[in-house]
């Protein structure tokens, strides 16, 4: 597995071996011991999601104030532009920002450690996003951080297009409303 180590430290991009040929491909998505070594990181996952969505669709940036969840994500089909914010006041990367694309294609995965806000924008006509937790969804400590905050400035490959957002992402705070425990 080849390992790229981000502007964030501990925010990588994990590339596993790909075996093909005119039958197809083969590769590993996950392998605790390979995934330990390979990050330096001890978490245990404890849940497994899957989400589709259409072209333009912008999910995040979601973290949760308790229960944080590491998450280690990839696209099995079509592509997106994966996004990690440091929100950690006491890291020396708070506020940036890192994005990959991941897809179907390139099979690369992004590990996003617990304490980081998290999204993607779908780049292609639909995607299938997985990603596997260090802890449980808990809706009740659940927050969003403004996709469009000025103050991170994350680059969206937008094209002049308006982002397709839920209800709670519209209404997402600025990382400072946030932090500061402002109610939206």
């Not at 899957?50 to 995040?60: A, D, Q």
């Not at 920002?97 to 639909?126: D, I, K, Y």
């Not at 990603?131 to 400590?141: I, Q």
Request: charged fraction near 20%; charge should be negative.
């Amino acid at each position: 597995m080849k390992i790229t180590h981000t502007s964030i430290p501990d925010v990588l991009v994990l590339e596993p071996q790909v075996f093909g040929d005119a039958r197809g491909f083969f590769l590993e998505s996950y392998n605790d011991e390979v995934f330990r070594r390979s990050t330096g990181s001890n978490v245990v996952f404890k849940q497994d999601n899957h989400s589709r969505s259409s072209k333009g669709v912008l999910r995040g940036l979601h973290y949760q104030v308790q229960q944080p969840q590491g998450k280690l994500v990839r696209v099995v089909r079509g592509a997106v532009f994966d996004v990690a914010v440091d929100i950690r006041p006491e890291s020396a990367t708070f506020g940036c920002w890192v994005g990959v694309e991941l897809s179907e294609e390139n099979h690369r995965q992004l590990w996003v450690p617990p304490g980081l806000a998290h999204g993607f924008l779908v780049l292609s006509s639909t995607a299938d996003f997985l990603y596997k937790t260090t802890d449980y969804y808990a809706p009740a400590h659940e927050r969003s951080v403004a996709w469009n905050d000025p103050a991170i400035g994350i680059e969206w490959p937008l094209f002049g297009a308006s982002p397709i957002l839920s209800a709670k992402d519209a209404a997402a705070l600025s990382l400072a409303d946030s932090l500061a425990g402002v109610d939206s």
